[in-house]
Nanobody, 122 residues
């Protein structure tokens, strides 16, 4: 069992940056691959990015490639999402999730945080 808590969301203007953090407690963090998903109002939850347990493999949705960067610090039990060049269409609740393998689909993830709101104004 692992508990996940996201932080770092907020309101930012288009073109700005935010860094989200997700800190884990409970079971050893390094056994999990980690992912970020997001859900905008009235839309399905969608994959954003994922990182392998050691951090050497990453995956990105096409919509965020080149703008977002996922990283992790296993010593701090934390995964990060650096978001640059934000667009209004990035507005959503962002969730971190833990899985035993880095995947791009939500059903592969066993544990989820409560989410943090990111709002990008135009």
């Amino acid at each position: 069992q692992v508990q996940l808590v996201e932080s770092g969301g907020g309101l930012v203007q288009a073109g700005g940056s935010l860094r989200l953090s997700c800190t884990a407690s409970g079971r050893t963090f390094s056994v999990y691959a980690m992912g970020w998903f997001r859900q905008a109002p009235g839309k399905e939850r969608e994959f954003v990015t994922a990182i392998s347990r050691s951090g050497d493999i990453t995956y990105y949705a096409d919509s965020v490639k080149g703008r977002f960067t996922i990283s992790r610090d296993n010593a701090k039990n934390t995964v990060y999402l650096q978001m640059n060049s934000l667009k209004p269409e990035d507005t959503a609740v962002y969730y971190c999730a833990a899985s035993f393998g880095a995947r791009t689909y939500s059903s592969a993830y066993d544990y989820w945080g409560q989410g943090t709101q990111v709002t990008v104004s135009s």
